[in-house]
């Protein structure tokens, strides 16, 4: 049964120490901004899982709170240096960033560049539903965004003669 609960397991450690990290995570976050948990590029991922190996070792290992929030801190601090020399040397931008990929002009599917994104093409149609997309000729573009995430970009009904306007696919591959 030790397993499931020992006698010699810090809970209220644990506990104590989970308010504490929370604390801390919530003040340092106020600092740095919310742009510190976003998932804008491949370091923000990084970011982001780095913190909850921290966080999980914090409370369950021999980890001191106070160490596990300078680690905490380091990171954040790390992020917003990123962040910032991204905006001054826009070469940084290009080395660590994944620009976003067209996959689909239109109605048209880029097959090349789904392939180069590995990505299938019954993913993108799942995609297509969960955006409520009824047909091709609504469909204005589909972008793989730096993210990972995929956004399809439609007009509401087929017949709509709505436009998508040119800087909302600014920085958009068209091939691969």
Known sequence: MDWIYSTSDPLLKTLAGSFLIFIVI??????????????????????????GSIISSTLTSSTSIAHGSIAIAGLLLLTYLF???????????????NKPLLLMDGPEI?????????????????????????????????VLESTGDISVLHKSTASSDEQLHKDLLEGVRRTK
Do not use: H
């Open 26 to 51: 919530v003040i340092l976050t106020r600092l740095v901004g919310l742009r510190s948990f976003a998932k804008f590029t491949a370091y923000d991922f990084a970011f982001t899982v780095a913190i």
């Open 110 to 142: 880029l097959d090349e560049n789904l392939k180069y994104a590995r990505i299938e093409r019954s993913q993108l149609f799942a995609k297509l539903r969960e955006a409520n997309v009824l047909n091709y000729d609504q469909i204005k573009a589909v």
């Open 83 to 97: 962040s910032y020399l991204q905006r001054k040397f826009p070469a940084l931008d290009t080395l660590i960033s």
